[in-house]
Structure formats: C-alpha cells, structure tokens
C-alpha cells in the first residue's frame, strides 16, 4: 500500500487509502456472510448475531499517531495505525470465537498478528479475540494488499466494552478508581454469564441429539413390529 501511496499527490492519496481499506472490508464482509452460510448449510447454525464495521475517522487516527509519537503524515498513518479498518464480528458463545477465528486460514488471507484477550485478558477485565489480517485487493492495473482489524467477541463482551468505552471516554481515559474496579467486577460477571450460557447451549444440544436417538429407536421398533405383521399375514 505505501507503494501506491507514493503515486498521488497527498488529497488524492487520502481519498486512494479510504477507498482501498472500504474495499478491504468488502472483501473481509463477504468472506464472512459466506462462512456463515456456510455454517448454516452444514450444521444448521449461524454462529454470527451480527457484522459492525468501520473506518476510523481522520481525528482519530492523528489522535493515535500522536500518542504513539509519530509525525502526522499519510505514511505513518498507513505505517502503525493497523486498526483503521475494523470488523467486528459479535457472536453467541464463546466457543463461536475459535471457530470464526479460521477465517485467519483462508489462503488469499495473510494473519500479521493475534491478540487473544479471551485466555489474557486486559487488567481492566476487557475480553476480545484481535486478529490482523492482510487483504489483497485486486485493481485495474496492481494488486494492493491492505491491513484489516478483525474483532470477534460474544455479545456479553461487547456489551460490557461498550459501556466501558463511553465510560472511559467521558472521563478522558482517567476514570476514578472506584469506577474501574466495579467495571472489572463486571467483567468477571460477563464471564460467568458466558461460561453459563455455553454450559447451557452444550446440555440443550445433548437434549436434543438423545431425543433425537429415541425419535429414531421408537421408529425403529415401529417398523419391525410393522414387518412382523406383515410376515405373518404372509404364514
């Protein structure tokens, strides 16, 4: 991407940059929408509620790059923002997370980094599956590859961060203390909540498939029985 970049003067590679990281979170949205049919067509199951995506905005990224202590520049932007464009994929279980997280083997798909806060979560209780991902998006005349953040976490998760976000936004990052303990006190709710509701699914799941077995038994026996009459009409 920063090749490209080089080619246009700085108004027309802004506009070239947002245009290529919209295409790339086509390409990643339609990756998806594809694995969860996918998902419904094979075990008749859709593991994702629902898609979010964005792009960051331009006072974000100057926001970030001057945290970091680099120059307000397009190539820096491209350089070490790696999240200005996002996909967040919000699903029901936990145990959904790792099965979207294949994605990440598609072979057109390049992972530049994980940051699995599921098993390390953050001090301040916040959980998330992080994956980057490098996506190439095919042009007229060169192919371009550009980065993705892919975000997975359950709806408990995005529940919890998103209040946590407008929280620590209100208080510009420096929440009082007591307000950053309830939050993790909170975390740890939304975990046990998770744990419970995918304890729950798994025993439904075992309900079913044992009622489904009897189902079949039943029918079974029926048509035995059925045979048996048959036969013996026959003698």
């Excluded at 920063?2 to 979170?25: C, G, P, Q, R």
């Excluded at 859709?46 to 100057?62: A, G, L, M, Q, W």
């Excluded at 932007?77 to 029901?92: E, F, T």
């Excluded at 077995?213 to 039943?218: A, D, H, K, W």
């Amino acid at each position: 991407m920063e090749n490209t970049m080089k080619n246009y003067e700085d108004v027309d590679s802004w506009k070239t940059i947002m245009f290529l990281y919209n295409s790339a979170l086509k390409e990643v949205g339609t990756k998806l929408e594809i694995l969860n049919d996918e998902f419904q067509h094979v075990h008749k199951y859709n593991p994702i509620e629902h898609i979010k995506t964005r792009i960051k905005t331009p006072e974000s990224i100057v926001k970030k790059l001057r945290r970091y202590g680099y120059e307000i520049s397009i190539e820096n932007m491209v350089k070490y923002i790696n999240d200005i464009a996002g996909v967040r994929l919000i699903c029901s279980f936990t145990s959904d997370i790792y099965r979207l997280a294949e994605i990440g083997n598609q072979s057109d798909l390049k992972v530049l980094s994980i940051k699995d806060y599921i098993k390390n979560p953050k001090e301040s209780g916040y959980k998330s599956y992080h994956m980057l991902v490098s996506v190439p998006i095919f042009l007229s005349d060169s192919v371009v590859d550009t980065k993705v953040e892919i975000q997975i976490r359950t709806i408990a998760m995005d529940f919890w961060a998103s209040l946590e976000h407008k929280i620590y936004y209100k208080f510009e990052g420096d929440a009082p203390e007591y307000i950053s303990r309830d939050l993790r006190e909170c975390a740890e709710m939304v975990s046990t909540l998770d744990e419970k509701m995918l304890s729950l699914n798994e025993a439904i799941k075992e309900c079913l498939e044992k009622q489904e077995e009897l189902n079949i038994s039943t029918k079974t026996k029926e048509t035995n029985r059925q045979d048996q009459r048959v036969l013996q009409g026959l003698d």
